[in-house]
């Protein structure tokens, strides 16, 4: 029973962490924006209809956007797939919430003796279920173009779907040469094996070992969260707005917060497999461990909570990073995209998978552990 | 020491649940928040339709004829069948990945003829020009 309570907890944790990032990444987005474009940006959510002198900002534009979005009309057009048209929404967002089941956030949390593994699944597989999950994306794109019988919404779906499967081959490459590295598919061992030090000093990060390997996975899952410069789907002056032309309200958003949740999703593989993870620099289970001998003994709790926030805080840097990306970048033409992931990453993906391997089998002791 | 996918090396002594019922507790508990989601604008949005509103959006004019039975270019086709293509091959070299070192040269030798071969089908579409848009 008690193992039930403790799943459902994690899991409604590893859910909320989505959905808070989601709803923080919206905020973001249009606050960093609007500093870059040099506006004010989003400053009018407030209270009591505007009475308090001054502006709540972050929590109110937080309530106000959902509750704007939920409370509009729901339109489905005449002529549409009326079942696909309902299904598509719910095809792009579900497979992404359940991302983040597998992710680590955390080492462990001990209370009472029991210590709980801060994940909400602990698969073996993690790294094929990640990309089972955001490859499982493309179906609501691609339905939500069909459904709406509109061929502004078609092409979007079509171009959308295209652009992702070819992306998600880099992706895959990217990911193997990673499982190479740590030897394992589980996402926690790859964030627990980044606990170690390289030459006693620097942290033995994914990055160090990797580097290619994480250029190519940040590339490629920008293209796949299908966000400027790769936002061909949704090209605004040429599609309108791509596959989710005919949708409105929850729908629309549901297909804007499931963007956000790919966004989220980089910068946490992007953490987990090449940034350490949950890991702070030279802080272990019972307390800091500095190179040189001190150490300084911290409470467990204060460990796992440490551990989360630098969890947090690298997954927002990465965020911004592709949010910085997405208004400094123009878009690219689709002949070039489709050539950008066809020529030039998937042949270099393929070369780095060969190169670590034969790297890897020539210096025994050079990865991972 | 080395990680391995067996659930053996597992550390901490957490949800002794096997993985994959937590993971359908995930997965339901994923499904509703979506399924509510997906009703919110029903239930909390007014609903005043028009038939102009229901008709689907081009450019402000009234659509002409239906999708149904529209064609588009078969490039898109194309792309999709060289993705299974590529895919299977990627999804072959995960379980290979995560036993290379026990395999050692032998697995390396087998697993670089295996991408010979599709490196040369590469080539292969590159050079017919499979690969370029216009």
């Known amino acids: ?369 | 020491v080395r990680y391995h996918s067996s659930r053996g090396s597992k550390t901490g002594d957490g949800p002794t649940l096997n993985p994959y019922a937590a993971l359908l507790i995930n997965a339901a508990l994923c499904g509703l928040v979506a399924t509510i989601l997906l009703f919110m604008s029903r239930i909390l949005g007014r609903r005043r339709g028009s038939k102009v509103k229901y008709e689907i959006f081009e450019t402000g004019n009234p659509p002409i004829g239906s999708l149904r039975g529209t064609r588009f270019p078969v490039k898109f086709y194309l792309t999709a069948i060289l993705f299974i293509v590529f895919d299977i091959e990627v999804v072959f070299m995960y379980p290979w990945a995560v036993i290379y070192r026990e395999l050692g040269w032998f697995g390396l030798a087998e697993m670089a003829a295996f991408m010979a071969i599709l490196a040369v089908g590469l080539a292969y579409i590159w050079r017919v020009g499979a690969l370029e848009w216009n």
């Not at chain 1, 506006?39 to 109110?60: Q, T």
């Open chain 1, 1 to 369: 029973v008690i193992d039930l309570i403790i799943t459902f907890a994690t899991a409604l944790v590893a859910l909320l962490i989505c959905l808070q990032v989601t709803v923080l990444l919206l905020w973001i987005e249009r606050k960093g924006s609007a500093l870059i474009q040099d506006r004010v940006g989003a400053n009018r959510a407030n209270l009591l209809g505007g009475l308090l002198p001054f502006n709540l900002g972050i929590v109110n534009t937080l309530m106000a956007d959902p509750m704007k979005l939920l409370t509009k009309e729901d339109i489905v057009p005449a002529a549409a797939d009326r079942f696909l048209h309902w299904l598509a929404p719910w095809l792009a967002v579900f497979p992404l919430f359940l991302t983040f089941a597998v992710v680590p956030y955390g080492d462990v949390l001990v209370i009472g003796g029991r210590e709980i593994n801060l994940q909400a699944v602990d698969l073996s597989g993690g790294i094929l279920f990640v990309l089972a999950m955001v490859s499982l994306g493309v179906y609501g794109v691609i339905i939500g173009g069909w459904a709406s019988n509109s061929r502004y919404a078609f092409l979007g779906g079509v171009r959308g779907s295209a652009q992702m499967i070819s992306y998600e081959i880099a992706m895959g490459l990217a990911l193997v040469s990673v499982v190479i590295t740590y030897g394992t598919l589980d996402l926690q061992h790859i964030a627990r094996a980044q606990g170690q030090l390289m030459w006693g000093v620097v942290p033995a990060w994914g990055i160090f070992y990797q580097p290619i390997a994480f250029v190519l996975l940040f590339i490629a899952g920008m293209a796949e969260s299908k966000r400027a410069p790769f936002d061909l789907p949704e090209a605004e002056n040429e599609l309108v707005a791509g596959f989710q032309t005919e949708y409105s309200g929850s729908k629309m958003s549901m297909f804007m917060m499931s963007d956000f949740i790919e966004v989220a999703i980089v910068a946490v593989l992007t953490t987990t497999l090449f940034f350490g993870g949950w890991q702070v620099p030279y802080l272990y289970r019972d307390g800091f461990h500095f190179p040189g001998g001190l150490t300084v003994a911290v409470p467990s709790l204060l460990v796992t909570l440490l551990q989360i926030v630098s969890f947090l805080v690298k997954v927002f840097v990465f965020c911004w990073i592709q949010i910085l990306i997405r208004w400094s970048l123009p878009r690219l033409r689709y002949d070039q995209l489709m050539a950008f992931g066809w020529k030039k990453l998937l042949p270099v993906g393929l070369a780095n998978v060969a190169a670590s391997a034969v790297l890897g089998l020539l210096l025994e002791g050079w990865t991972g552990a």
